[in-house]
């Protein structure tokens, strides 16, 4: 099969973002990849399409996703300016003045010097240590509007905020997020923030797209699984997999998922999604799956006065 693209979406800063992006982050499944294997992953995706990849600090890897993306430019196979880099700000880096500090790290380690979006990882600050530290995100916020207004990012946004802690933003701050970086899969279709966010023209990223259809080594996740018969249906249906079917699903909520995969064949698989749409009855059957279970755990830190979940 030819290279497929994903289509862009426009941000509320007029910058634009491929719909579609490669996750680098790994351990949320039982999996052992090494740095390499990431490397290799970026490689692979860029050359079967993909523009956009989604890397942070805290993963470890910008190192290796900066080398799978100079790989791909030395082959001729991108341009810099075709390629779409997401990398985050960590928790523990929270203060205005480490903000664009910690940037600049991210862009050495990356070997660039420019990301296309930076984000706010958690709108919860930490020590290094791990414990709660007491700054507001809305001085995390003008660090990053410095971040911007320096062309060190082209966009920037947040991951993991809440509705209110978004118009907390929104009321203080002339630059609005351009992304909102969430959990959403088919066990946790957050249908309040994601509408609270497209109003107010904020876009969003749905991170572990998959939810529970891969394993999470939680036997007591809920469905659905890989071989569910709604989606087994819907997959025969379209000539496709389960996979593509629940990435299809967000992406026609207007959603930017970010799988990951370090696998050749699933990385293929998983841009393989931009030659069918889903019916509106079909999407409601996936969202029917909804349990608000999320397989990102942040409970840890429920007692942080920003913590952004419910429970
Ligand atoms: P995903 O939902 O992307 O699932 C990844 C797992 O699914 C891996 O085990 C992968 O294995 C497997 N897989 C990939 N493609 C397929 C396929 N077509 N069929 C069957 N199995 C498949 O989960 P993640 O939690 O990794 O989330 C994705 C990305 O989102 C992260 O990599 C990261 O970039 C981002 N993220 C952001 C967070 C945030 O706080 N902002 C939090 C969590 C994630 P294999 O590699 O072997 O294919």
Redesign the pocket.
């Known amino acids: 099969a030819s290279a497929q693209q994903a289509p862009c979406i426009e941000l509320n800063d007029g910058n634009r973002i491929p719909s579609l992006?490669?996750?680098?982050?790994?351990?949320?499944?039982?999996?052992t990849?090494s740095l390499d294997?990431v490397r290799n992953?970026v490689f692979w995706a860029l050359q079967a399409g993909y523009r956009h990849i989604?890397?942070?600090a805290v993963?470890g890897d910008e190192e290796q996703v900066g080398q799978g993306i100079a790989d791909a430019i030395a082959k001729g196979i991108v341009t810099r300016d075709q390629v779409f880099v997401?990398t985050?700000l960590w928790n523990d880096k929270h203060a205005r003045d480490q903000v664009v500090p910690a940037l600049r790290e991210s862009l050495s380690r990356l070997g660039l010097d420019y990301v296309d979006l930076y984000?706010i990882?958690?709108p919860l600050a930490t020590k290094s240590d791990g414990s709660p530290e007491n700054i507001d995100y809305l001085e995390t916020w003008n660090g990053m509007e410095e971040a911007k207004y320096l062309g060190l990012a082209r966009s920037i946004g947040v991951?993991?905020f809440n509705a209110s802690q978004i118009d907390r933003i929104v009321a203080n701050s002339p630059v609005r997020p351009a992304v909102n970086?969430?959990?959403v899969?088919p066990t946790l279709t957050q249908e309040p923030l994601v509408y609270h966010c497209l109003s107010l023209g904020i876009a969003v990223?749905?991170?572990?797209?998959?939810?529970f259809?891969?394993?999470?080594d939680r036997p007591d996740a809920p469905p659905p699984r890989?071989d569910d018969p709604t989606l087994v249906a819907l997959a025969a249906k379209y000539g496709k997999?389960?996979?593509?079917i629940v990435?299809r699903y967000l992406i026609d909520r207007g959603l930017i998922?970010?799988?990951?995969?370090?696998?050749p064949?699933?990385?293929v698989?998983?841009i393989n999604v931009f030659d069918f749409q889903l019916e509106r009855e079909e999407i409601a059957s996936i969202s029917r799956f909804n349990k608000n279970t999320r397989?990102?755990d942040?409970s840890d830190w429920k007692d942080h006065p920003y913590y952004p979940h419910q429970s």
Do not use: C, W
């Open positions: 992006a490669l996750g680098t982050g790994r351990g949320t499944a039982k999996e990849d294997d992953a989604d890397t942070a993963y997401t985050k984000l990882h958690f991951s993991n970086e969430i959990e899969n990223m749905s991170y572990s797209p998959f939810g259809l891969v394993s999470r890989y997999t389960p996979g593509q990435l998922p970010i799988p990951k995969s370090t696998n064949k699933r990385i698989e998983n397989v990102i942040i």
